[in-house]
């Protein structure tokens, strides 16, 4: 694993974090109904690059205990092998991974109301998980 690689990960996550946020505010604003279904699609848009973003990072920490995930949700699963997360928050996380394919493969069936709570929800989860990947970092 290239440390250097996963550093530049979570600098790019808590970026794409901070937009979300920033997104989901203005759409609550928003008054304009036409603009708010423009904000939403934004916002699903940065929650797929976070998803991906987490996925890839996932890849990185496992690919240095010698294990490759063969999907999004398994890359969360499998990052039990770090003592630093539980197995309720790995299944939750691996939640925005379905999340996310919903959004990528299914967007004209996605509930507006359910995508806009499971984003809200990212900005809470994602926070405590980026900690314990620069736990795991600083280890090495």
Not at 18 to 41: A, V
Not at 53 to 59: C, E, G, I, T
Not at 92 to 119: C, Q, S, W
Request: proline share 2%; net charge neutral; no cysteine.
């Amino acid at each position: 694993m290239e440390k250097v690689v996963v550093e530049n990960k979570i600098e790019s996550f808590i970026n794409l974090l901070e937009i979300l946020k920033n997104i989901l505010n203005e759409h609550t604003r928003q008054k304009d109904s036409s603009l708010q279904e423009y904000l939403l699609y934004a916002a699903e848009k940065k929650a797929e690059e976070i998803v991906e973003l987490a996925v890839s990072v996932n890849q990185e920490l496992l690919r240095g205990k010698g294990k490759i995930s063969s999907s999004y949700y398994e890359s969360f699963l499998d990052l039990k092998l770090f003592s630093v997360f539980s197995d309720a928050e790995l299944r939750v996380l691996a939640g925005t991974a379905g999340f996310r394919n919903r959004l990528a493969h299914e967007y004209l069936e996605v509930d507006p109301h359910i995508a806009l709570k499971t984003m809200k929800q990212m900005l809470v989860m994602y926070p405590p998980y980026l900690q314990k990947v620069k736990k795991l970092l600083s280890k090495l």
